[in-house]
């Protein structure tokens, strides 16, 4: 029987961060966890576009999603159907029910995309991850074809009708999802973690 205790998914929430930022931010910080400076996966969310809920998750994807018989690698179609399962529970959280639209990713409402998906591999570690629009103002999106797709549109939770939900809010619901999604504990940022990432983003 095994007494191995399960590894954690430590989040922190950084309020909102420009865009420039948040790329240094979550290089900085997966380059620690690549090195072995930074001995944990983690997951950082923040607030981007008016409203817009981003969590980056940085975990090391051999260890969290292994590929039977390849020692060392791990499963990206996996951790993109995982990073969908938490973010349709932060949806259903805030009391919406969304779904997949194969063979896109994100998470959708009808035709309309409520949460979106950006993944990025290097050094095995992940960077980028999913962004899910709270009280974004979808008129950033006016001149924009969602995901290149003919007819898709964007939707947001406080289109939908959801009240008093903000990014904030929604973080928590967003990391426990993720985290059940990989088979990961969500636990609180441990201190090396807020120092990284209040170091990058200054």
Not at 16 to 27: G, M, S, T, Y
Not at 59 to 78: E, M
Not at 124 to 151: K, M, S, Y
Request: hydrophobic letters at 50%; a negative charge; charged letters at 20%.
């Amino acid at each position: 029987m095994s007494t191995e205790a399960p590894r954690a998914l430590h989040h922190v929430w950084l309020g909102a961060v420009p865009h420039a930022d948040a790329r240094a931010l979550q290089q900085r910080v997966a380059h620690a966890r690549a090195s072995g400076e930074l001995d944990g996966d983690c997951l950082l969310l923040l607030e981007r576009v008016p409203g817009q809920l981003v969590a980056y998750p940085i975990v090391r994807l051999a260890d969290a999603l292994p590929i039977p018989g390849h020692p060392g690698q791990g499963d990206v179609v996996r951790y993109v159907r995982a990073l969908e399962e938490g973010m349709l529970a932060a949806a259903a959280a805030a009391g919406v029910t969304a779904g997949l639209r194969p063979p896109y990713t994100g998470i959708w409402v009808g035709d309309d995309k409520l949460g979106a998906i950006g993944v990025k591999l290097a050094r095995g570690v992940t960077q980028h991850g999913v962004a899910i629009n709270v009280t974004t103002d979808l008129r950033w999106f006016a001149e924009v074809v969602a995901c290149g797709i003919p007819g898709a549109g964007v939707t947001s939770l406080e289109r939908l009708g959801v009240e008093g939900w903000t990014p904030q809010r929604l973080a928590p619901e967003l990391a426990d999802g993720i985290a059940a999604a990989l088979g990961l504990t969500p636990a609180p940022a441990d201190r090396r973690l807020v120092d990284l990432a209040t170091h990058a983003a200054v």
